[in-house]
């Protein structure tokens, strides 16, 4: 059998596994990176980068719709008109598809460029120095390693009574759809479920949403997602809070709040009901590590515990996100190479991208008071902001949490549209630990939703300027 011997060995080639091996091969260590699926893994495939091209384009159709004589909205107050827009659904997944394979083609380039050695096939542990792919060509290859980095990431939670198959979809699908549907049920109203469910609304589906909390993107204040509720409502998404899917039965059976079942008639389902650590089938059980329930468990090195083990990204557990991911890959590439190095972020962003965004870096002023920290927030509108009037989007706010005591900024928030952009500031001041007045007392530039996050921190101090 065909064997090959490496300094460091790579299973999985998402953004953790190729960032880890791109940053390893600059570094000079020998890498190997196996991929059983397309390079860049479930992030540049079939996760952020579809759904965020996938919302665009049901956005812009949307949006063009507002300016056809017959919107609902009546005449264009900007005194725009056009035709009823049509959509050529093939065309749009095939655009999506367009920059899907200039990324990941991207990402080849890349690994090629810093001497990675990719092999194609899915890979099963032998030891925890040992590996044997079933290449895509048929061969079977055995790898030994000094180190092996799991990073298989993650996979669509399966409701086990309506299994993926036929109409029940999971993101997966949504994201390539061939047909909008006429009624579409998604099952789950986390930002999965959400950012996918308003797309096909944009798109022209009538959408019903059935989430089992009482309130949508649960892991969320409700203060911070009510503009996204009242803007379901707008669009004209069905919301069925504090219900759960029972089947599927000539449509989807539901029971209600109060006990009621009912049935929704409808052409697709798309469950987003979360994903969890892909922790079986490649013989991962075989090498015994410590596991958070289906997670890897690591410390803050991403050690698994077996030596010159090591899991970074989903497999690894919450928060499962890309940027994550990656950060944990170009770290244990750098300790392998003998940097000093641990994953101690001071915070960690996460966004939605559904309509208006919702974005939250650090901490939330619930978390702040749970941890006994006196703190102060402190919020400012759009509506108040020049910019936001002049993007017609006054919807939402920033807002800011710090500590009474020295005005250490301990988190952001903001809804909005586009305030995923403001995510970068939001990292920078926090990892940087900026205080109220350091942040209040730097120039923004005029006229930029930015403007909100100095107003918000001014707020926080009891002079806000303009408000
Ligand atoms: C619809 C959707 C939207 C998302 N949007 C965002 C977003 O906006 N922002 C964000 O930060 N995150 C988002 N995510 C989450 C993000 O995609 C993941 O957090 C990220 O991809 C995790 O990276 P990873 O490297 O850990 O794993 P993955 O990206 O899952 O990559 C793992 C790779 O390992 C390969 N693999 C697995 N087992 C084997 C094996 N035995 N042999 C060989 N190869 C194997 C797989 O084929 C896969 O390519 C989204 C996810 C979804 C589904």
């Known amino acids: 059998m065909n064997q090959l011997v490496t300094t460091l060995l790579v299973i999985g080639g998402g953004p953790g596994g190729y960032v880890a091996a791109i940053r390893a091969g600059q570094l000079g260590i020998p890498t190997i990176l196996v991929e059983a699926g397309q390079l860049g893994g479930t992030c540049l495939n079939i996760g952020c980068i579809p759904s965020k091209a996938l919302i665009h384009a049901a956005e812009e159709f949307e949006k063009a719709g507002h300016y056809a004589a017959d919107s609902p909205l009546g005449p264009s107050p900007l005194g ?29 380039a890349l690994l090629k460029k810093n001497d990675v050695q990719v092999v194609n096939g899915f890979a099963r542990i032998l030891d925890g120095k040992t590996v044997e792919v079933k290449r895509t060509d048929g061969e079977v290859q055995r790898i030994r390693c000094e180190h092996l980095l799991l990073a298989a990431g993650s996979e669509a939670v399966e409701l086990p009574f309506m299994p993926f198959g036929g109409n029940v979809v999971s993101s997966t699908e949504a994201l390539s759809p061939q047909t909008i549907p006429k009624q579409l049920v998604v099952v789950g109203a986390g930002y999965i479920g959400l950012e996918l469910g308003t797309a096909y609304r944009k798109l022209g589906a009538e959408v ?20 996204v509720a009242a803007s379901l409502k707008r669009l004209g998404i069905d919301l069925r809070l504090s219900s759960s899917v029972l089947g599927l039965n000539a449509g989807v059976r539901v029971q209600q709040a109060n006990g009621e079942e ?24 075989s090498l015994q590590l410590d596991m958070n329930g289906r997670a890897v468990k690591i410390d803050d090195q991403c050690r698994t515990s077996m030596r010159n083990v090591w899991a970074i990204g989903d497999l690894a557990g919450e928060p499962m996100l890309a940027h994550r991911a990656m950060a944990q890959g170009e770290m244990v590439a750098e300790i392998i190479s003998g940097k000093r190095r641990h994953f101690t972020p001071a915070a960690m962003p996460a966004v939605c991208f559904t309509d208006p965004e919702v974005v939250v870096v650090g901490m939330v002023p619930g978390e702040a008071e749970a941890a006994g920290i006196d703190a102060i927030k402190a919020h400012f509108p759009f509506a108040a902001n020049g910019r936001a009037m002049t993007i017609e989007s006054t919807d939402g706010f920033v807002r800011v949490v710090a500590r009474r005591d020295n005005h250490l900024i301990l988190g952001w928030q903001a809804v909005g549209r586009g305030v995923s952009e403001l995510s970068t500031a939001f990292s920078h001041s926090i990892e940087l ?24 921190a001014l707020r926080a101090l009891g002079h806000a300027l303009h408000i």
Not at 208 to 227: F, G, H, M, Q, W
């Open 80 to 108: 725009i008109s056009a035709a009823a827009p049509s959509i050529d659904v093939t065309r749009t997944v095939g655009w999506k598809d367009g920059i899907v394979k200039r990324l990941t083609g991207g990402v080849g």
């Open 208 to 227: 019903t949403v059935v989430e089992a909390a009482d309130r949508i993107l649960p892991a969320y204040d409700a203060e911070l997602t009510k503009p």
């Open 262 to 285: 009912i049935v929704l008639s409808t052409d697709r389902v798309l469950v987003a009901v979360g994903r969890r650590p892909r922790a079986g089938g490649w013989g991962l059980e």
């Open 433 to 456: 630990g900026a205080t109220l007045e350091d942040v209040g007392g730097t120039i923004h530039a005029h006229p930029t939703l930015g403007e909100a996050v100095q107003e918000a």
